[in-house]
């Protein structure tokens, strides 16, 4: 389902999260609602006085109640947000547009915010603005930013501090230069950052980005611009994310967005919001669109992505209840209906079969027999689960309010390793949550001995407010405590992966090439089927659609690879040929 128009995203928008909705509303002052809520947005100082009268009383004479009306009657295929072409009345249409101004991005965090860094650009650019890599060129400076820890956040602070110095040496004949915080610190602070930095112009939340064009517009005015609205139903289904390296072999394919689990340590669910879901038929035409210009990967990105319930068609609102996996439960009331992750696996592996197909952030709950049945049986679905446990014990499991037991967590391992012999699996663990005891650190220990992960994600708890544990838990485990536990599990589970990575010595691993290594210009680089980083020196070698030909392989390239050493993060070997990837299936 398209996003609904304005009046109904603010409406809707009102039923989530612990904000009074109130507040809510005047937060998303500026512009449009700022005139609505009678709230002024500070910061005006910056601007001549002539354009900001002008401005003013155009904003004073902003937008009725009738123009979110009009928009909210508007056909769902459009855009929840004006585009350059239909600006509100207290912007013209030239104001909208970037008019060539440059723009730099940066992101910070996971997957998600590289892919929402995409949306934004994209957006953008169809606005008029250009792109540039180079910050001293910038005109605007936009940071993608990421809350999950203390420490994230604390970065951009300090970056924010550096960008001021930026700012305020700017020459005047270059025009003012305008910086925004984007995603989730945009969405969990809010107007703290634009009282605490006053450098600040604009906020937008992860569900905004397609408001952007008009915040800008209103920061020209010398104001402070903020959208950080979260929408039940935003996907950006439509806007096709403009990817920063052109030459890239592997795409990342959003297919949802936010979560609904509230484990208790975890502010995604604040800051992204509701887990909705974006239409199959649009995931599909990205995922075609992408083997049509030569992509040999796509990994389909989300917080939750096994939880994907595509319900945008009536039809496809049946009364199947949903399976879990074996001993898993959820948080919220379980749903029913809908097009599932399977179905879409399904159908996204079956476009292009020389397509390498990967998924990441999934649920351990989520992993029903019909999902691993797919997995075991398609080439193309990459054997390889992300199973992020967070601890090894119960008794924290249940604090956390992770839906499992311990129990449960390793039967599902069993499970999924029959299911799909040689899988790959990757975990996150938190060391030193509330109440955990050496015993409970113990127990994590084990399980990752016991589990022995390829990959893992290893994180010291950060206490985040809003968050259950910050109203309910104590966040007693000392610093020093969590960071030597910390240690610990590293070690363990560096010892783990570097004996299961020695048992690929002597195999045969298919490899997709990335490109040259950054340590080594002789050597290329690329990924088995379970994500690992392989390394082999780059020669030429036989072509198994050719023989008798001997080629160097390029980016984008199937490669079997004769693995020799291995540690906990890498395996080398040596080429054997190049091939496809249906070929090397064959073989098996
Ligand atoms: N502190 C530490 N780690 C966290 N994660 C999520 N919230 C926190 C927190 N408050 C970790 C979890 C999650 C990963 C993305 O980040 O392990 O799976
Ligand atoms: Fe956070 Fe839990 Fe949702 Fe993952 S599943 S984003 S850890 S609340």
Same mark, same amino acid.
């Given at each position: 389902m398209q996003p609904l128009r304005c009046v109904l995203r603010v409406q809707r928008a009102l039923h989530w999260g612990p904000w009074a909705s109130v507040s809510r509303l005047l937060l998303s002052t500026c512009g449009a609602h700022s005139r609505l809520h009678g709230t002024a947005c500070p910061g005006a100082e910056r601007q001549e006085d002539g354009v900001r009268k002008d401005f003013s009383s155009r904003l004073a004479a902003g937008p009725a109640f009738q123009h979110f009306l009009r928009n909210a009657s508007a056909s769902e295929e459009k855009p929840s947000f004006p585009e350059a072409e239909d600006p509100p009345p207290y912007l013209t249409a030239d104001e909208l547009r970037g008019r060539q101004r440059k723009v730099y991005l940066e992101t910070y965090g996971c997957q998600m915010n590289v892919n929402d860094t995409e949306i934004a650009w994209s957006i953008l650019q169809k606005s008029g603005y250009l792109r540039t890599s180079d910050l001293q060129e910038a005109d605007v400076i936009l940071l993608v930013t990421c809350s999950i820890r203390e420490k994230a956040e604390q970065t951009i602070w300090n970056r924010l501090r550096q960008l001021k110095a930026l700012k305020t040496k700017r020459l005047r004949s270059r025009g003012p230069l305008r910086i925004g915080i984007l995603g989730c610190m945009a969405e969990r602070l809010k107007e703290e950052i634009l009282n605490r930095e006053k450098m600040v112009d604009l906020l937008a939340g992860p569900d905004a980005y397609r408001d952007l064009p008009r915040l800008l517009a209103v920061t020209e005015s010398g104001q402070q611009a903020a959208n950080v609205l979260l929408s039940l139903d935003e996907t950006y289904a439509d806007v096709m994310p403009v990817q920063a390296s052109p030459g890239a072999t592997s795409a990342f394919v959003s297919i949802m967005r936010g979560c609904?689990?509230? !484990?208790?340590? !975890?502010?995604v669910p604040f800051t992204r919001g509701r887990e909705r879901s974006r239409p199959v038929a649009s995931i599909l035409e990205e995922v075609r669109q992408l083997s049509e210009q030569g992509l040999k990967e796509v990994t389909l990105l989300g917080q939750n992505v096994n939880s994907f319930r595509d319900n945008s068609e009536i039809q496809f609102n049946n009364a199947v209840p949903t399976n879990l996996s074996r001993g898993f439960t959820t948080n919220y009331k379980t749903k029913q209906g809908g097009l599932r992750f399977a179905h879409l696996l399904d159908q996204v592996s079956r476009i292009d079969p020389e397509m390498r197909i990967r998924f990441t952030s999934p649920h351990p709950k989520d992993f029903p027999d019909e999902v691993l049945q797919l997995i075991g049986e398609r080439d193309n679905i990459c054997k390889q689960i992300h199973l992020p446990a967070q601890s090894g014990s119960s008794r924290v499991l249940e604090a956390m309010r992770r839906g499992y037991s311990r129990e449960a967590y390793v039967e599902l391992v069993h499970h999924i390793r029959e299911s799909i012999p040689g899988v790959s699996l990757s975990s996150d663990f938190i060391a030193g949550f509330c109440g955990e005891t050496e015993e409970d650190h113990l127990q994590t220990v084990s399980l990752l001995r016991e589990v022995r992960y390829n990959i893992g994600f290893l994180f010291a708890y950060s206490m985040r407010q809003k968050t259950r544990a910050y109203h309910r838990l104590k966040d007693d485990v000392p610093e020093e405590v969590k960071l030597r536990r910390l240690e610990e599990l590293i070690t363990v589970f560096r010892e783990e992966a570097t004996k299961v990575n020695r048992s690929s010595v002597g195999r045969t691993e298919l490899v997709l090439v990335e490109g040259l290594s950054k340590r080594s210009a002789s050597d290329l680089c690329g990924r088995n089927d379970g994500n690992l980083k392989v390394i082999f020196p780059d020669v030429e070698m036989e072509d198994v659609a050719s023989p008798g030909l001997r080629v160097r392989a390029q980016p984008g390239d199937y490669v079997l690879v004769k693995i020799t050493s291995a540690s906990s993060q890498t395996l080398k070997g040596h080429g054997l040929c190049r091939t496809t990837l249906k070929d090397s299936a064959a073989q098996r």
């Open positions: 609904d689990n509230m !484990c208790s340590y !975890c502010i």
